[in-house]
C-alpha cells in the first residue's frame, strides 16, 4: 500500500507536474530544440500511461513493480539517459512512420460511424422522449378528468352529475309508481262527482212523485 502511494506521488509530481511546466517555458521561449524534447516526451508518457492501466490490473502482484514505475518514470526524465528521446527515434517514430496511413484511415471510419451511430442514437432518443411525454400527458388529463368528474364542487363534475339527476324524469318516477306502490288516495275529480249527485237527486224526487200519486188514488 506504501509502495503505491509512493509511485502514485512520484507520477503525478516528476512525472505530469514536472514536466508541464518545462513544456510551458519551452512554447513561452519559443525553443525549438526544447519543444521537441517535450514532446517526445508527452507521447511516451500517453503510451505509459495506457499500459500502466493494464499492468496495475494484472502485475501488481509482481515484487518491486511500484519501485520499477518509480525508476522507469526517473530514466524518462533524466537529461543523462534521455529515455524518453530514445524511446520515441528507436521504437516509436518509426513505427508510427509506416502504420500513419492505415491508422488515419481507422480514424476517419471511426469518427464516420460514431457520428452516424449518435444521430442514430439521438433520433431514438428523442423519439422516446415525445411518446413519453405524449403518455405523461395523457394520463394527466385523464386523472384530472376522473378526479373533476367526482368532486361535485368543480364545474364540470357538477354539470356531469346535474345531467344525470335529470335523466329521471316525472315519466319515469311515474312508471315506477305505478308498478310497484300503491296509488295515493285522494278526492275523485270535480265533474264525475257532480254528475253522481245530480242523477241521484233525480231518483228522489220521481219516487217521491209516484208515492203521492199512490196515495191520491186510494
Known amino acids: 500500500m506504501v509502495s503505491w502511494i509512493i509511485s502514485r506521488l512520484v507520477v503525478l509530481i516528476f512525472g505530469t507536474l514536472y514536466p508541464a511546466y518545462y513544456s510551458y517555458k519551452a512554447v513561452k521561449s519559443k525553443d525549438i530544440k526544447e519543444y521537441v524534447k517535450w514532446m517526445m516526451y508527452w507521447i511516451i508518457f500517453a503510451l505509459f500511461t495506457t499500459a500502466e492501466t493494464f499492468t496495475d490490473?494484472?502485475?501488481?502482484?509482481?515484487?518491486?513493480?511500484?519501485?520499477?514505475?518509480?525508476?522507469?518514470v526517473a530514466w524518462l526524465l533524466s537529461p543523462y539517459t534521455k529515455g524518453s528521446s530514445l524511446l520515441y527515434r528507436k521504437f516509436v517514430h518509426p513505427t508510427l512512420s509506416s502504420k500513419e496511413k492505415e491508422i488515419d484511415d481507422c480514424l476517419v471510419q471511426a469518427k464516420d460511424r460514431s457520428y452516424d451511430a449518435?444521430?442514430?442514437?439521438?433520433?431514438?432518443?428523442?423519439?422516446v422522449a415525445a411518446t413519453a411525454a405524449v403518455m405523461a400527458a395523457s394520463k394527466v388529463a385523464r386523472l384530472f378528468h376522473f378526479v373533476s368528474f367526482l368532486?361535485?364542487?368543480?364545474?364540470?363534475?357538477?354539470?356531469?352529475?346535474?345531467?344525470?339527476?335529470r335523466s329521471f324524469s316525472m315519466q319515469d318516477l311515474s312508471t315506477i309508481r305505478g308498478d310497484?306502490?300503491?296509488?295515493?288516495?285522494?278526492?275523485p275529480p270535480t265533474g264525475s262527482?257532480?254528475?253522481?249527485?245530480?242523477?241521484?237527486?233525480?231518483?228522489?224526487?220521481?219516487?217521491?212523485?209516484?208515492?203521492?200519486?199512490?196515495?191520491?188514488?186510494?
Open 118 to 127: 449518435l444521430v442514430h442514437f439521438g433520433k431514438r432518443g428523442l423519439n
Open 180 to 187: 310497484g306502490a300503491p296509488a295515493p288516495s285522494g278526492p
Open 57 to 72: 490490473i494484472f502485475l501488481c502482484w509482481f515484487p518491486f513493480y511500484y519501485e520499477l514505475k518509480i525508476a522507469f
Open 151 to 165: 368532486d361535485p364542487r368543480e364545474g364540470q363534475g357538477q354539470g356531469a352529475l346535474s345531467e344525470r339527476l
Open 193 to 218: 262527482g257532480r254528475a253522481s249527485s245530480k242523477h241521484g237527486q233525480q231518483k228522489m224526487s220521481r219516487s217521491a212523485s209516484e208515492s203521492a200519486g199512490s196515495s191520491g188514488t186510494a
